[in-house]
C-alpha cells in the first residue's frame, strides 16, 4: 500500500487575491493558511514590510500600516520554507460591504437603465462573496474580484455598484464592494449568538429557534 502526505499550500485569503482593493488610511489585516507551523513569514505590500509568525495549524495574519490611496501594487507574503503567495493588481481606496436580502442582491444586468453607456472603470471593483449556510463564525469568504467593464459589472450587485459609482465619482479614489446579500434571509442569521442575547428579540428568536431545532430531533 502507498502512503502520501498531502502538503500545504500557503495562501491568502479569498478576498486577497488579484485585482484586490483594500482600505486606504487604516491598519490592514491580512490572513492566510498553509504555513510551516511557527515559521516566520514576511509580508510585502505599498513599500511597506512586516512580519509575523505562523499558527501551529498553518494559519498567519499581519497588521500592515496604514496606506494612503493609490495602486496597482502587488502584495506578497514569502518564508523560507513555506514559499510564497500575492495577489497582484491590488488597489488602495474605499471598501464597503453590501449586504442584505434581495433587494442588494439584484444583480445590474437585471436593472433598468443598468451600467447604461457609462465606461469601464479599472478602479471600481467588486468581490462577490459564494453564500454558505453553517453554524459559528468562518475565518474564510469565498468568492472572487471583477472590475468594472462593461461584461464583468452585470454580475455586480445593482446598487452596490450604483453607490460605488458614485464614491468614486466624488472621491476619486479606488473603491472595492464586497457583495454579500442573500435573498429572503433575516438578519438574526447574519448575527452571533451573543450579539443576540444582547436584546429581549434576539433572546426571543434563539428560544424560537432552539425550540424548532430541539422538534425536529424528536421527530
Not at 478576498?15 to 486606504?24: E, I, K
Not at 453564500?131 to 468594472?148: I, K, M, P
Not at 454579500?180 to 443576540?196: K, R, Y
Amino acid at each position: 500500500m502507498l502512503f502520501g502526505t498531502i502538503l500545504a499550500v500557503l495562501a491568502l485569503n479569498p478576498p486577497f487575491c488579484d485585482h484586490a482593493v483594500v482600505q486606504r488610511e487604516k491598519t490592514l489585516t491580512v490572513w492566510g493558511e498553509g504555513a510551516v507551523a511557527g515559521e516566520r513569514l514576511q509580508l510585502d505590500f505599498a513599500g511597506a514590510r512586516t512580519w509575523t509568525k505562523a499558527n501551529a495549524d498553518g494559519t498567519f495574519r499581519f497588521l500592515v500600516p496604514p496606506q494612503k490611496a493609490g495602486g496597482p501594487f502587488e502584495l506578497k507574503v514569502s518564508g523560507a520554507k513555506s514559499g510564497e503567495a500575492s495577489a497582484k493588481d491590488v488597489l488602495v481606496g474605499e471598501v464597503w460591504l453590501c449586504s442584505g436580502q434581495s433587494n442588494m442582491a439584484f444583480l445590474m444586468r437585471d436593472a433598468k437603465p443598468g451600467w447604461d453607456d457609462r465606461p469601464d472603470d479599472a478602479q471600481l471593483r467588486c468581490f462577490t462573496v459564494t453564500n454558505r449556510y453553517g453554524f459559528g463564525v468562518s475565518a474564510s469568504a469565498e468568492g472572487g474580484w471583477l472590475t468594472a467593464t462593461r461584461e464583468e459589472v452585470k454580475r455586480f450587485s445593482a446598487v452596490g455598484g450604483c453607490f460605488a459609482a458614485v464614491l468614486r465619482r466624488e472621491l476619486g479614489v479606488p473603491v472595492g464592494i464586497l457583495f454579500a446579500a442573500n435573498g429572503g434571509t433575516m438578519v438574526e442569521s447574519w448575527t452571533s449568538e451573543a450579539s443576540l442575547t444582547k436584546t429581549e428579540a434576539g433572546r426571543r428568536a434563539l428560544a424560537t429557534y432552539a425550540e424548532t431545532l430541539r422538534d425536529r430531533l424528536l421527530r
